[in-house]
């Protein structure tokens, strides 16, 4: 046994950075061993929101909340569909996590703590954020353990993706291999913390383990070696049938199988009501746009056809309604059109049907019937009840979205 270290990390994200920063602080010799170039994993590309309850900045803001009250509104959202034996204890101690974040120094977003609407929301204002979304968490990790490098208890390697995981003759794993340098390095120590991430950037075990296609906007490392690395040295998998995507995304501009998450439609309707509809490939709407829950949108749109639909609507909307995307303003969309990946543009609904590959006959007679519906007063026949306007004036767009994978549920 390799006495260098005490504790091998394997991945040097969000999860990683944490258990080496804690470790060392208790006094132990930590190898970090991460495949990119760079510390951070999905901090550099996420939100970086943190719930938690009764946390100090809660409590400075009168707001009331505790972690029997949280758990609640997570059965609720999850309909009672998760692993309390996991979650329980992550509730309970989650804001000592925010507090220990405020005690070196995060910059917080001066709005939080508060609601996120972007996902089924909870219902007491405790998720908490920084100033530069999870790169004011990398903001905080970053020099401690630095600093715990310096003092000769931590040690970093970067481009250095582990290949396996060493055993003794009883299964037990005992340290890893790790290329780096141009070679092959074994490195032991009693104790081995995998902390890779999921595979939301790998179609191919996306595909095997979730029987989806895979559109992501997860961190491009999350290639799924963790789990690849445990099934190789006898390690189960659980977590299967859970899966939900988000929302919808557009193409990427440049990149197949990815969207760019900084020009994300806004879909949710407690953040924007639609005036446009959403419609599969044969032309057919599939749910109420106005739905106010995101978690039943999510869950229908498991069963449209390859988790590809259309937002489609006419020159007013543009106009008149919220921004459909962030950071794109109403000439945005007009001189992207026919220019950007998945945004379409036509002076007929007919050809704007044969540019995006919607039915042309299944997309008229939905707009005719929502049209109807307008007239009427509504509500329509999804039950949607905010019907501002005909899509009647040209040219007419249809923006090709799906559901889109961040994180994955399998481990």
């Known amino acids: 046994m390799d006495d260098r270290f005490d504790?091998?990390?394997?991945?040097?994200?969000t999860a990683g950075l944490a258990a080496?920063?804690?470790?060392?602080?208790?006094?132990?010799?930590?190898?970090?061993?991460?495949?990119?170039?760079?510390?951070g994993g999905t901090l550099h590309t996420t939100g970086g929101h943190v719930a938690g309850a009764g946390t100090r900045r809660q409590i400075q803001r009168g707001?009331?909340?505790?972690?029997?009250?949280?758990?609640?509104?997570?059965?609720?959202?999850?309909?009672?569909?998760?692993?309390?034996?996991?979650?329980?204890?992550?509730?309970?101690?989650?804001?000592?996590?925010?507090?220990?974040?405020?005690?070196?120094?995060?910059?917080?977003?001066?709005?939080?703590?508060r609601i996120i609407y972007g996902h089924e929301p909870y219902e007491t204002p405790r998720t908490h954020c920084g100033i530069d979304a999870?790169?004011?968490?990398?903001?905080?990790?970053?020099?401690?353990?630095?600093?715990?490098?310096?003092?000769g208890r931590a040690q970093l390697w970067l481009n250095a993706p582990v290949t396996e995981l060493l055993t003794d003759g009883a299964g037990a794993v005992t340290g890893?291999?790790?290329?780096?340098?141009?070679?092959?390095?074994?490195?032991?120590?009693?104790?081995?913390?995998?902390?890779?991430g999921g595979f939301g950037a790998d179609p191919e075990m996306f595909a095997d383990l979730v029987g989806l296609p895979l559109v992501s906007g997860a961190h491009p490392t999350?290639?799924?070696?963790?789990?690849?690395?445990?099934?190789?040295?006898?390690?189960?998998l659980q977590g299967d049938g859970v899966y939900l995507p988000t929302f919808g995304g557009l193409p990427h501009p440049t990149t197949p199988g990815r969207v760019q998450w900084e020009e994300r439609p806004l879909l949710t309707a407690t953040e924007r009501?639609?005036?446009?509809?959403?419609?599969?490939?044969?032309?057919?709407?599939?749910?109420?746009?106005?739905?106010?829950?995101?978690?039943?949108?999510?869950?229908?749109?498991?069963?449209?056809?390859?988790?590809?639909?259309?937002?489609?609507?006419?020159?007013?909307?543009?106009?008149?309604?919220?921004?459909?995307?962030?950071?794109?303003?109403?000439?945005?969309?007009?001189q992207r059109a026919n220019v950007r990946a998945g945004v379409h543009k036509a002076d007929?609904?007919?050809?704007?049907?044969?540019?995006?590959?919607?039915?042309?006959?299944?997309?008229?007679?939905?707009?005719?019937?929502?049209?109807?519906?307008?007239?009427a007063g509504g509500p329509d026949e999804t039950g949607r009840e905010f019907l501002p306007a005909r899509i009647e004036k040209a040219p007419f767009y249809a923006m090709r979205n799906h559901g889109v994978t961040l994180v994955t549920f399998i481990g």
């Open 20 to 39: 080496a920063i804690e470790a060392c602080d208790g006094g132990l010799r930590v190898l970090v061993v991460e495949k990119d170039s760079r510390i």
């Open 134 to 151: 999870g790169l004011s968490i990398l903001a905080v990790f970053k020099p401690l353990l630095e600093a715990h490098i310096e003092a």
């Open 63 to 113: 707001i009331q909340d505790s972690p029997d009250v949280w758990l609640k509104d997570i059965a609720r959202i999850t309909r009672g569909l998760f692993r309390e034996d996991i979650i329980a204890p992550v509730v309970e101690h989650a804001h000592e996590f925010v507090d220990w974040l405020d005690d070196n120094g995060f910059a917080f977003d001066p709005s939080t703590p």
């Open 348 to 375: 007929s609904l007919v050809e704007l049907a044969q540019a995006a590959g919607i039915d042309p006959d299944g997309l008229l007679d939905t707009v005719e019937r929502y049209n109807e519906a307008v007239d």
């Open 273 to 334: 009501l639609p005036w446009e509809i959403y419609v599969d490939k044969h032309g057919k709407r599939w749910v109420r746009e106005d739905e106010l829950s995101i978690d039943a949108k999510e869950r229908a749109l498991v069963d449209v056809e390859d988790l590809t639909f259309w937002t489609v609507f006419d020159d007013r909307a543009v106009d008149e309604s919220v921004p459909m995307v962030v950071n794109w303003t109403p000439d945005d969309v007009r």
């Open 7 to 13: 504790l091998i990390v394997v991945g040097g994200g």
């Open 176 to 196: 890893v291999t790790a290329y780096t340098g141009g070679r092959d390095v074994q490195v032991t120590a009693p104790a081995v913390l995998i902390a890779t």
């Open 222 to 236: 999350a290639t799924g070696d963790g789990l690849l690395l445990g099934e190789a040295v006898g390690a189960g």
